[in-house]
């Protein structure tokens, strides 16, 4: 029995310094946290007036993802930040029952015997299993998303040749602003439907001038040194809320049927209704709708569409590999092709593959730094340490995805970015020729435990299946749509950069890193 607390993070000015930092460059502070996290698998910090607990990776962090940890408070924190009206924020901090289908002991709930349905957080949980995590959901939207990326960017005409110029060359395309536009508006058409594009003009634009802000606006920092911040998140919410209450009035919820799975256009897919539906049956105001579906939809597009960017810039940057990739792609190609020269894919297989399933998990490896937080309704044990109940845990993705011990090899530091990490190669005999080949296979062996960009346990990213085959839709289509030629690395004001792009760490983003620098490429059109 270990009465021993863990260590603390020094601090240069106690009880200052750290949230200072966390603040004002929270790179910097996750590094410090990984670098004493790999003396001591629990951390102890003070960041203002919390007493955290900071868990290192592997085995560590998923002592945080069992069921008595859960992140609900931190979620009600980024809901009232967001405008959630007063009684529904009321309505979830009275349910203290949590997620699992049996409800935790010592609650309310547990105690008086409240029905399942009637469990507000429970309710959510299952609304996102059935309806976004289930195989059946995540298919249907995999394949409304590839149909309508592929009429945002394949099918979608091509500005006119410049007059004797390189015809069918469009000599000025950014990747990751062509990602934002294309993929923001494929993935809300096929989650929330066609109405909330059309009552919105500039939904997209919009969207993305609210994102840059998120982090920030979650630290609370008074209205008049975040106006412009305070302005972009009241802009986008009142596009979410005009949309709902006319998709409110559209949709004939008297022959809504629970178990009906298909799009239409006022909501979109059955996740859209389900969360419609939830906040509904629970009796939320109309003006908590706006906030609920903006976050919603910041969970929809900040990270799989940075994600998607990063992995097309890997690509582009190293030829070899973008052939090796595009090679194993034509592999899940289906079978109907829509249009006579477009390629479409088969998601489950693209899925499959192993050398992009590999450069997908280094992407998300490298890029994806959050800190995965949760609050102990149970003594917790931790490696050698047990904390008490109401314990504060947060886990840097980053103390796992960069621990050398796990994921370094001889030649490849875990620093960097090793597209062959995640394969390895192996020999099959053909039966009857007696012909050896080789292919490669994917596994994570004994490093799943240190790769966590979705979190883990109850309260684990639901839109991880969804999120999955989209980034391989996306990623799929751009390279075997288009013959790509690199041209240069911009910084944010245009001009030619010398070196790829990094993690910006200027933009505060929540999960994935955003690129500081912009690819500029040229393309044309595959036909054949
Ligand atoms: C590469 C893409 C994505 C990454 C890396 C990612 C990552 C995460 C992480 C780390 C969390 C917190 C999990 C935890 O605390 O354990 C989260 C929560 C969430 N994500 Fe994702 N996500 C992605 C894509 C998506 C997509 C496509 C959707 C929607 C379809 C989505 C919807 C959500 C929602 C709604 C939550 C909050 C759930 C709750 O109520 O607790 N995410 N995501």
């Given amino acids: 029995e270990k009465t021993k607390p863990p260590p603390r993070l020094n601090e240069t000015i106690p009880f200052v310094s750290n949230l200072w930092q966390f603040m004002t460059n929270k790179r910097f502070f996750i590094t410090r946290a990984r670098t004493a996290l790999q003396e001591s698998p629990v951390v102890r910090c003070r960041l203002g007036p919390l007493d955290l607990h900071l868990v290192g990776g592997g085995n560590n962090a998923s002592a945080i993802f069992r069921a008595s940890c859960h992140s609900d408070p931190w979620i009600l924190r980024i809901m009232q930040s967001a405008g959630y009206m007063p009684a529904d924020i009321a309505t979830l901090t009275k349910d203290d029952s949590g997620r699992g289908t049996i409800p935790r002991p010592g609650s309310t709930a547990n105690a008086a015997g409240i029905a399942l349905d009637q469990r507000i957080w429970h309710a959510l949980h299952r609304m996102y299993d059935e309806n976004l995590v289930s195989t059946q959901s995540a298919d249907a939207l995999a394949n409304h998303f590839q149909t309508a990326f592929h009429q945002q960017l394949v099918a979608a005409p091509a500005p006119p040749p410049p007059v004797g110029g390189g015809e069918e060359w469009v000599d000025d395309v950014h990747i990751f602003g062509t990602l934002r536009r294309t993929m923001a508006t494929a993935a809300t058409h096929a989650v929330l439907g066609s109405l909330i594009l059309d009552v919105n003009p500039g939904f997209v634009d919009a969207f993305w001038e609210y994102e840059r802000y998120v982090e920030t606006l979650e630290f609370g920092l008074p209205e008049w040194l975040n106006r412009s911040a305070v302005r972009a998140r009241a802009r986008f919410r009142d596009m979410c809320r005009r949309w709902y209450e006319v998709a409110d009035r559209t949709y004939d919820w008297a022959a809504d049927d629970a178990s009906d799975t298909n799009w239409e256009p006022a909501f979109g897919s059955p996740v859209s209704r389900g969360l419609a539906r939830w906040a509904k049956s629970f009796g939320f105001s109309a003006d908590t709708m706006g906030p609920l579906f903006m976050l919603f939809i910041f969970g929809l597009h900040a990270n799989a569409i940075t994600i998607s960017t990063w992995i097309v810039m890997e690509l582009v940057k ?22 006579s020269t477009a390629r479409t894919f088969d998601h489950r297989k693209l899925t499959s593959l192993p050398l992009l399933q590999s450069v997908y998990t280094e992407v998300m490896r490298l890029r994806v730094g959050v800190l995965i937080t949760r609050t102990s309704t149970e003594p917790v044990t931790v490696a050698e340490y047990t904390l008490p109940k109401g314990s504060i845990f947060q886990a840097p993705t980053e103390a796992g995805h960069l621990d050398e011990a796990v994921w370094s090899t001889a030649e490849h530091p875990a620093s960097d970015f090793w597209a062959y990490r995640q394969v390895t190669e192996k020999e099959t005999r053909d039966e009857t020729t007696g012909q050896i080949s080789k292919e490669l296979e994917f596994s994570f062996g004994r490093r799943s435990g240190s790769w966590f960009p ?20 996306a990623v799929a289509t751009v390279i075997s749509n288009f013959e790509i030629e690199y041209v240069a690395w911009l910084k944010p004001d245009g001009s030619p950069s010398k070196r790829p792009a990094q993690n910006d760490a200027n933009y505060a983003s929540a999960v994935a890193a955003v690129p500081d620098r912009e690819l500029k490429v040229r393309w044309r059109k595959i036909k054949d």
């Fill in 454 to 473: 979705f979190g883990g346990g109850l309260n684990m990213c639901p839109g991880r299946n969804f999120a999955k085959p989209e980034v391989f839709l």
């Fill in 318 to 339: 190293d030829p070899d590999l973008f052939r090796a990739v595009k090679d194993e792609v034509s592999r899940a190609e289906s079978n109907t092709r829509n249009d």
